[in-house]
């Protein structure tokens, strides 16, 4: 088939064929995502003529305003995946506890996970945002979800992906086989591959960070931000900052070009450094895809898919990108403990403790073979 005629569905589907004893059900989930993610680049396309500007006046379960197309984006979500029998329970970036499938629906085998609209503080300037996903097979042996089914270590994922809406609206998602991305051709209706296999390269010249929030960074990061500005072209530096706010945005670019992006933790109280992102819903999903296209991501200087939630809203800092722009990045953290506090909201804990000698560990296999 000629790669201008691939839709996601017929990929997704000729994944699934490889397959004999696939049950079909992640690709009906993976389905009726796309479906929920036109309906919401239709409301972003809109914009003001829509009157889906501004703020609701609430803030969600982390703190943060809830705008009026979040509304909308999640409920968007809620109703396109709430019956189609694929899930046993979803968790919302914008909901405090489990989102549970009606009792008159049936109950499935995977669990959602998802932010339903990154980077909302955006939308009126009319910047790039998106909505990030994450796949689990449940643990629970039957009906609904229960909190187990949904504190996962990224390392289990089945499936993860971002809509991007922008200039076009893009999805791009991975199964464990590979990174491919698909853009939205509005005269169809219909998402186009036009990213086959994006492979993130080894190096990048481009670092994104909010410089902004220099004076609460830890001293690796402030030392290696200055390592990229100086000048030593045999080492490709400096490096050009690029830094847009909008995380599905940054992630994007990152994965194309290359280079590495960084969110650590605010340090301005180093008793309780305070992460911004969230593990499940944001860090997680967008480790595993940088995982798949050859680059890497770091938590605190571990591994970000070994990471074990301990909570549904868990914060972390996270640095991801090229392989070898991490590594380096890694070497400024020298012989410093791993910085565990900003992982789970400045706590300390020792809840993952064994992350790094975990028995889970990625497993390239896809899940559309079960």
């Known amino acids: 088939m000629e790669r201008s ?175 491919f991305g698909f853009t939205l051709e509005p ?11 994006i492979v993130t390269p080894p190096k990048g010249k481009y670092y994104s960070i909010n410089e902004g929030n220099v004076s609460g960074w830890d001293e690796p990061t402030k030392r290696y931000v200055e390592y990229l500005k100086e000048k030593d072209p045999a080492t490709g530096r400096p490096y050009s900052l690029r830094y847009i706010g909008s995380l599905v945005a940054d992630f994007h670019r990152t994965l194309l070009y290359g280079g590495i992006f960084l969110y650590p933790s605010d340090h301005s109280n180093p008793q309780k450094p305070k992460p911004k992102l969230r593990l499940l819903y944001e860090v997680a999903p967008l480790a595993y895809i940088m995982e798949q296209a050859g680059g890497a991501a770091l938590i605190g200087g571990e591994r970000a898919l070994d990471i074990q939630p301990t909570s549904l809203h868990d914060r972390v800092p996270i640095v991801m990108g090229s392989k ?30 064994d992350s790094k000698n975990a028995s889970t560990r990625f497993n390239s296999t896809s899940i559309l073979e079960t």
């Open 5 to 179: 005629m691939m839709t996601v569905q017929r990929h997704i589907l000729e994944q699934e064929r490889t397959y004999p004893q696939a049950s079909g059900d992640l690709t009906g989930l993976l389905w009726d995502l796309t479906i929920a993610a036109k309906r919401i680049s239709h409301q972003v396309n809109r914009g003001g003529l829509g009157d889906i500007f501004g703020e609701t006046g609430e803030e969600n379960v982390t703190g943060d305003l809830v705008r009026r197309l979040d509304r909308i984006a999640q409920d968007t979500i809620y109703r396109a995946m709430d019956h189609g029998g694929h899930l046993c329970v979803m968790v919302s970036e914008e909901s405090p506890d489990l989102v549970r499938i009606p009792a008159k629906y049936p109950k499935g085998k995977y669990v959602l996970i998802y932010d339903p609209l990154d980077g909302s503080s955006n939308i009126d300037a009319n910047v790039s945002i998106g909505t990030v996903f994450s796949v689990h097979r449940r643990i629970s042996t039957a009906g609904d979800g229960t909190m187990e089914d949904c504190l996962r270590r990224g390392s289990e994922q089945v499936a993860a992906g971002y809509f991007l809406y922008g200039s076009s609206t893009m999805v791009v998602y991975t199964t464990g086989q590979g990174v």
């Open 187 to 197: 005269s169809v209706g219909e998402f186009m591959l036009t990213h086959e296999r």
């Open 324 to 353: 070898q722009d991490v590594a380096q990045y890694e070497k400024f953290l020298g012989e410093s403990k791993p910085v565990r506090a900003a992982a789970r909201d400045g706590k300390t804990d020792g809840a993952t403790k």
